[in-house]
C-alpha cells in the first residue's frame, strides 16, 4: 500500500472503547434470534471471543449470506455498514468488546463500505483492548496518550494483516501474528 502510515496516525482518533466481563444472561432468551440490524456512524472493530456466533454483513445493498464467526475472530465495520448477529450459544459468551474510531479524510486503506474479518490466534489484539477500557475508565492525564499509541498498534496490526493475504472475507480473513 503507497501511503504514508504515519499520516493516517495524525488522523485517526479512537472513541468510546467497550469491554465487559461476564456477561449478564439476559443474552440467552435471544439464542437462536437474529438481532435487529446493526448500524455505527464510525468505524467500528469488533471481538468474538466463543463459539456460536453467526453473522450477516450489507456492505452494498444486498446482505451476504449467514457466515459463522470462530472464537477470536475480530470484524472491522465502516461506517454505515450494516450487519446482524445471531448467538446460538450465548451461555458461552464471557466477555463483550469492541472499541469505534474516527479517520479524518479519506483513506487508501480504510475505505466507505468495508467490512473486513480478522483472525487473531495467537490472541494479540484483546489484550490491547481490555487495556485500552481500563484506561479510559480511569481517565489518567497521561493515560490519554498511552490509549493513542494502543489505538494506534491496533491500526498498524490491521494494516500488517492486510498485507499478509487473505481478502478480509469471513472465508479467507486476514491473520494478526506476530
Known amino acids: ?20 466481563a461476564r456477561i449478564p444472561n439476559t443474552s440467552r432468551r435471544m439464542a437462536g434470534a437474529w438481532s ?15 463459539e456460536g456466533m453467526w453473522c450477516r454483513v450489507r456492505t ?4 451476504s449470506a449467514p457466515f459463522r464467526r470462530p472464537p477470536g475472530a475480530w470484524h472491522l465495520y465502516a461506517p454505515g455498514v450494516q450487519y446482524l448477529e445471531r448467538l446460538d450459544r450465548p451461555e458461552l459468551q464471557h466477555e463483550d468488546m469492541w472499541f ?5 479524510r479519506r483513506n487508501p486503506f480504510f475505505r466507505e463500505g ?10 494479540l489484539i484483546a489484550p490491547r483492548v481490555r487495556y485500552l477500557y481500563g484506561l479510559q475508565q480511569r481517565g489518567e492525564p ?25 481478502d478480509g472475507s469471513y472465508k479467507r480473513p486476514w491473520s494478526i501474528r506476530s
Open 1 to 20: 500500500m503507497a501511503y504514508n502510515f504515519l499520516q493516517l496516525t495524525e488522523r485517526a482518533r479512537l472513541g468510546l472503547v467497550q469491554y465487559q
Open 36 to 50: 435487529n440490524p446493526i448500524r455505527q456512524d464510525t468505524w467500528t472493530f469488533d471481538f468474538c471471543g466463543f
Open 60 to 63: 452494498k445493498a444486498d446482505w
Open 100 to 104: 469505534h474510531f474516527t479517520v479524518e
Open 114 to 123: 468495508l467490512f473486513a474479518a480478522l483472525a487473531d490466534p495467537e490472541d
Open 142 to 166: 497521561a493515560g490519554a496518550l498511552v490509549a493513542h499509541g494502543l489505538f494506534v498498534s491496533i491500526l498498524g496490526e490491521i494494516a500488517a494483516a492486510a498485507s499478509r493475504g487473505g
